[in-house]
């Protein structure tokens, strides 16, 4: 089978879920070869293989993630040319977008971004995107070059398949416009207990409805019950209610749970962009009227302080 390349996502070492996510996919698709860059391989090579690479192209060299995102375009677009794999999947965040873009760029190949499926029609790969700020599903593929996909996290349910992991060392020559702009200093942000906003398979987000940064105690209640990560609409995060990093929505953060629970959210189609892809949507909103109901699995008109909390009791009973 022809070999799908896997760029890794990671944190020294630490692989994250949506790289497990790409390769569940891509061995539907083909042979998954994971492409790690930086350092920390040693930390990672158990779980790639526990995930199904039979290869993993290793670049440790430090250069590479010295400078900002140039690097990493300019080892995929050699290893695209040395392995000729009949397409890249890279995670749809901010960075593996860029990464994708000036992938795309270098290769003569065509795009595909925020895709919440793959799959293969006869040769052609063919993706499933949300366009239109959510309001129509497109099935898209590309013509032109190697498909460069970029795949929402939460798409794939990631499941284990054991994997050889051969290691194969790869180096680029960096060019002087790859090293235009520099990495002069990284800071670690504090993290709680909450997992990743985009990588939570449950996801508690509120909104205008809440009325104050203390009351968001409410949402987070119920998130810690369920273990899920804290998001926010635009309008709590312009109200300085919650941090901008939860914002989930259009100018914000792409999010695709297997549970979105939005409490005091109208669903105005800026936020519905960024989650309407969840498999499972319920929403709290004392509106009847509001737009979120129109897209919702399970709707509750009621008041956010009443329901919530009552909900939030009776999962902590059930545990």
């Known amino acids: 089978m022809a070999e799908i390349l896997v760029l890794v996502d990671h944190a020294d070492g630490a692989v994250k879920k949506v790289t497990l996510e790409l390769l569940t996919k891509a061995r539907e698709l083909g042979t998954p070869a994971a492409v790690f860059i930086g350092a920390g391989y040693d930390d990672a090579k158990d779980k790639l293989a526990e995930y199904g690479a ?43 977008k860029e990464i994708a873009a000036r992938l795309a760029v270098k290769t003569g190949s065509g795009i595909l971004t925020d895709a919440v499926d793959l799959k293969l029609d006869g040769d052609a790969f063919v993706a499933e995107q949300s366009i239109f700020g959510g309001s129509s599903i497109v099935h898209s593929t590309v013509t032109t070059g190697i498909p460069i996909v970029a795949l929402r996290p939460n798409s794939t349910p990631p499941a284990p398949e054991q994997a050889a992991a051969e290691r194969v060392d790869v180096s680029v020559e960096l060019s002087d ?143």
């Open 177 to 319: 416009a790859a090293k235009l702009a520099k990495v002069v200093d990284r800071v670690v942000v504090p993290k709680g207990d909450r997992p990743e906003l985009t990588e939570a398979a449950i996801v508690v987000s509120g909104g205008r409805g809440v009325g104050s940064a203390e009351s968001f105690s409410v949402i987070e209640s119920l998130a810690d019950q369920l273990g899920a990560a804290v998001g926010a609409s635009r309008a709590a995060v312009d109200s300085g209610w919650y941090p901008h990093q939860s914002q989930v929505g259009q100018t914000g953060k792409t999010v695709s749970p297997q549970l979105y629970i939005a409490a005091g959210i109208s669903g105005a189609i800026q936020h519905r962009a960024g989650m309407q892809t969840s498999k499972t949507i319920v929403a709290v909103n004392k509106d009847p009227e509001a737009p979120i109901f129109e897209l919702v699995d399970f709707g509750v008109v009621g008041d956010l302080f009443k329901v919530v909390p009552q909900l939030t009791e009776e999962i902590a009973k059930r545990k």
């Open 54 to 96: 039979a290869k993993v192209y290793v670049a440790d060299d430090p250069q590479l993630s010295g400078y900002v995102v140039a690097p990493k375009a300019e080892l995929l677009a050699k290893l695209v040319a040395d392995a000729q794999p009949a397409a890249v999947l890279v995670p749809a965040t901010a960075e593996g």
